[in-house]
């Protein structure tokens, strides 16, 4: 079976800008969730999806939105970009119903980078 | 506020060295604690799951304990190789009404020298 996979790898955009990031789940799996890990903050928790419903939200500005297609595969926008937005986007896909409690599967992530 | 922590943040050890790394949770009403690891640049990738009922999950040279009640779990590494230079992470998941939540560590980075 294919794991997550993330497009892009890498990204470099300027402030002000917006981007939007994707993510294909493995094969049957319905839960999708993001993270941004920076070296300061560590890995943390933006939101979930399941059923292309979120179901969970972690503590970021509205400036970050996601949504979930039909097929279970993800984007993330963030828009109106800030210097602080640089990290690694990871996400990741679970078999069952929110963030578990079956094991959860990372794709590689996506670096951006924000000049 | 479940809070997760890991020490030491670094650690270096010649190869053939046992690893012991630590991960300290506040709340202890988790469901279950999984310890990733995690090279650099990349994704993570899970290592070993505990739930909450276990005492403890071994796989290969990996052994992972749970003490829910204080709030602990230690990620043992027999003998180890230059390939477990990483960094590991804990993440404990914590069911609620609310929706559930993932809470990481800052993970510890092993570095085994040759």
């Known amino acids: 079976k294919a794991g997550v996979t993330q497009t892009p790898r890498y990204l470099i955009k300027t402030r002000g800008q917006q981007v939007t990031l994707s993510c294909s789940p493995i094969s049957g799996h319905r839960s999708v969730s993001w993270y941004q890990q920076t070296p300061g903050q560590g890995l943390q928790f933006l939101f979930e999806?399941?059923?292309?419903?979120?179901?969970n939200k972690g503590n970021f500005p509205g400036r970050f939105s996601g949504r979930q297609f039909s097929n279970s595969r993800s984007e993330m926008n963030v828009s109106t970009l800030e210097l602080g937005d640089s990290a690694l986007y990871l996400c990741a896909s679970s078999l069952l119903a929110p963030q578990g409690p079956d094991t959860q599967y990372f794709g590689p992530g996506t670096r951006l980078t924000v000049l | 506020k479940q809070e997760v922590t890991q020490i030491p943040a670094a650690l270096s050890v010649p190869e053939g060295e046992n690893l012991v790394l630590n991960c300290s949770f506040t709340?202890?009403?988790?469901?279950?604690l999984q310890w990733f690891r995690q090279d650099p640049g990349k994704g993570l990738t899970s290592l070993l799951l505990?739930?909450?009922?276990?005492r403890e999950q071994t796989s290969g040279r990996l052994n992972a304990s749970l003490d829910k009640s204080s709030g602990r779990s230690t990620l043992y590494i027999a003998a180890s190789q230059p390939g477990d230079s990483a960094t590991y992470l804990c993440?404990?998941?914590?069911?609620?009404?609310?929706?559930?939540?993932?809470?990481f560590g800052g993970g510890t980075r092993v570095l085994v020298k040759p």
């Open positions: 709340d202890s009403a988790i469901y279950n």
């Open positions: 505990i739930q909450s009922s276990q």
């Open positions: 999806y399941f059923s292309e419903t979120q179901r």
């Open positions: 993440a404990v998941l914590l069911i609620k009404a609310a929706g559930n939540k993932l809470t």
